[in-house]
C-alpha cells in the first residue's frame, strides 16, 4: 500500500522520541488548560508548571521557544511522549484542531495531504 | 609548595569544566535566536540574583568557614545534605552571585574549593557525571532497598501511564516551588547495573518549604521512585551534573520493566494510592499556580531569595546558626528596587543582544560573565 504523502509545515529541535498523531490544541495561557481533551497535542510557547493539567492529557508538545535541555523537552521525556522545541513560531503557524502528525526523533511537523 | 600548586590546578581545572557545563546548560536550554536566561519562567534567575546574590554569596561563605572549623565530618554532611543537586546549584551560583559579592579573590575559590570537596563525599571521583551517571548510593544503601519495596510492572499500559503522570508532576511541581532551580526539589542518581536490570533511582524532597504556604496542604513532603529498566538502557539514561533531569531525547518509557515507590519513606503497594497522590498534587500545583500569577515582581524576587536561602538550612542546621536572609535583602527588593532595576534592564538589553550570533561566539560571552575567576 502506498503511504500516505505527509507535508513537512514546521521543524524544530528534537526533545523526546517517538512518533504520534493528533488534533492540535494551542494553549497560550493556562486559564485555557481546560480547552485540552486527552490525546491532544499540546502547542504553547513554553511549557511552565501553570501548564501541567494540559501537558498530563497530551499525546505530544511542541513549544515556540527552548532547547533540547529545556523543562518542556525534559518535561516530555517524564511522560514518554514525542516533543519538538524551538520551532520560533508553532502558536502562529499551527491552528487549533489542525490534524498533524509529530516525529520526535527529526524532529518535524507533518500535515496530511490528500 | 608543590602540593599547593597542584591544588590550585585541580581547582582550576575544576572551576573551568563548572564554567564550561554552566554555559552549555544555559545555552542547551534554548533555540539559537532565543536570548538566553530572558525567558525562564516565572522570572528570570539573574535578575533575582541580582538583589539577594550579594547578601546570599556572604552567607554561603559563612557557614563553609564555619563547617571548616568546627571539623565537621564527612558523614554528618551528608545525612544533613542528604542529596548533592543543592551544592551543585550553589557552584551554579558561584558564576554570577559568588564573582559579583565583591569577596576577594582567596575567599571565592576557597568556597569552590569546599564546595567542591562537599559534592565529592557524594559523587566520590565522577563530580561531573562526565559518562552521563550519578551515582550517589553504595551497595549498603542499594541493598536496602532491595528488602523494601513493592514491584509494580512498568510493562502494563495503565500502570505505565500513571507513573508517568506522577513522575511529570512531580517535576512540574519542583518547577513551581523552585522554578529553574527545581532540583533543589529532586535528585536522580543511577543507572546503577542491578540483576534485574538498569535502575534509576528519582527522590523528591523538600515539597512543602514554608516559603510556599500553598504547599502545606500537599499530602506528603518527599518520595522516591525507583526504575527497573531493561539491561542495556543504562547508556540511553543521560544523567548531568546539575541533575535537572534526563538529558537524551531517546525514549525510555518502553523499557521500564517495574517501577516502585516509597512517599514520606513509606512503601506504596496499592495503584490507588498514587492516582491518591496525584490527584492532591494536582490541586496544589493548581493553587500554587495561581499564588504565583498573583504576585508582581518585587514578590517575586522576594520569594526567590526565600527560597535560595532555605536552600542554605541543612548547612547551616550542621552548625546550628540561623539560615535567614538578612534585613538587607528585603532592602535591596523593596528600597532599591528602581535602582537595581535599571541594572537589570541593562543587562536584559545587552543579552538579548546575544540571540542569533554563532554559537562560539555566544559560549565565548557567557564563559566571560560565568568564570568567577574574572
Redesign the interface.
Known amino acids: 500500500m502506498k503511504k500516505p504523502k505527509q507535508k513537512i509545515i514546521l521543524k ?7 512518533i504520534v498523531k493528533g488534533k492540535i490544541r494551542i494553549i497560550l495561557d ?1 486559564s485555557q488548560c481546560s480547552k485540552m481533551k486527552e490525546g491532544d497535542i499540546l502547542v504553547t510557547e ?1 511549557t ?3 501548564f ?2 494540559a ?2 492529557k497530551a499525546s505530544g508538545i511542541v513549544v515556540d ?7 518542556s ?3 516530555a ?4 511522549i514525542p516533543a519538538v ?2 520551532t ?1 513560531k508553532a502558536t502562529k503557524v499551527l491552528k487549533d484542531n489542525m490534524l498533524i502528525t509529530i516525529d ?2 527529526k524532529g518535524i511537523i507533518y500535515a496530511k495531504t490528500k | 609548595m608543590v602540593e599547593k600548586e597542584l591544588s590550585m590546578q585541580k581547582l582550576n581545572e575544576q572551576i573551568d569544566k563548572l564554567v564550561n557545563i554552566i554555559v552549555k546548560s544555559i545555552l542547551g536550554a534554548k533555540s539559537k535566536e532565543e536570548p538566553s536566561v530572558l525567558t525562564l519562567w516565572p522570572l528570570p534567575t539573574t535578575q533575582g540574583v541580582l538583589y539577594w546574590g550579594e547578601e546570599w554569596a556572604k552567607k554561603l561563605n559563612q557557614v563553609l568557614h564555619l563547617i571548616e572549623e568546627q571539623g565537621i565530618s564527612d558523614k554528618d554532611i551528608k545525612e544533613y545534605l542528604k542529596f548533592p543537586s543543592k551544592i551543585v546549584h550553589f557552584l551554579w551560583r558561584c558564576g554570577d552571585a559568588v564573582k559579583n559579592s565583591g569577596l576577594t579573590k582567596e575567599e571565592k575559590l576557597f568556597m569552590i574549593k569546599k564546595l567542591f570537596e562537599i559534592l565529592s563525599i557524594f559523587r566520590k571521583e565522577n563530580l561531573f557525571c562526565e559518562n552521563g551517571k550519578n551515582m550517589i548510593w553504595d551497595k549498603k544503601e542499594l541493598e536496602i532497598y532491595e528488602k523494601n519495596l513493592y514491584w509494580f510492572s512498568g510493562e502494563n499500559k495503565k500502570l505505565n501511564q500513571l507513573i508517568s503522570n506522577f513522575k511529570a508532576s512531580l517535576y512540574l511541581y519542583t518547577e513551581l516551588l523552585y522554578w529553574a532551580q527545581h532540583p533543589l526539589g529532586h535528585c536522580f542518581h543511577g543507572p546503577y547495573p542491578e540483576k534485574q536490570g538498569d535502575l534509576l533511582i528519582k527522590e523528591y524532597f523538600d515539597l512543602k518549604p514554608k516559603v510556599w504556604p500553598f504547599s502545606q496542604v500537599l499530602n506528603f513532603s518527599g518520595g522516591e521512585i525507583f526504575e527497573i529498566y531493561k539491561k542495556g538502557t543504562a547508556p540511553r539514561i543521560k544523567l548531568e551534573f546539575f541533575e535537572r533531569g534526563i538529558q537524551t531525547t531517546k525514549s525510555l518509557k518502553q523499557d521500564l520493566k517495574k517501577f516502585a515507590l516509597r512517599v514520606d519513606k513509606k512503601t506504596i503497594k496499592k495503584a490507588k494510592e498514587i492516582s491518591q497522590f496525584l490527584e492532591n498534587l494536582m490541586e496544589v500545583i493548581k493553587k500554587g499556580g495561581k499564588v504565583i500569577q498573583s504576585l508582581n515582581t518585587q514578590q517575586m524576587i522576594e520569594k526567590h531569595a526565600d527560597y535560595w536561602f532555605y536552600a542554605l538550612k541543612p548547612l547551616y542546621d550542621l552548625v546550628q546558626e540561623d539560615w535567614h536572609p538578612p534585613k538587607q535583602v528585603r532592602d535591596n527588593i523593596y528600597k532599591r528596587y528602581e535602582e537595581l532595576d535599571v541594572i537589570w534592564k541593562e543587562m536584559a538589553k545587552e543579552r538579548s543582544k546575544m540571540a542569533g550570533l554563532p554559537y562560539k561566539e555566544q559560549v565565548k560571552i557567557l564563559k566571560e560573565e560565568f568564570d568567577p575567576r574574572k
Do not use: C, F, K, Q
Open positions: 524544530g529541535i528534537p526533545a523526546s522520541v517517538g493556562p513554553m511552565n508548571p501553570l501541567t493539567p501537558i498530563v521557544l527552548g532547547g533540547v535541555l529545556s523543562h523537552a525534559v518535561v521525556r517524564e511522560l514518554g522545541v524551538g520560533g520526535g526523533r
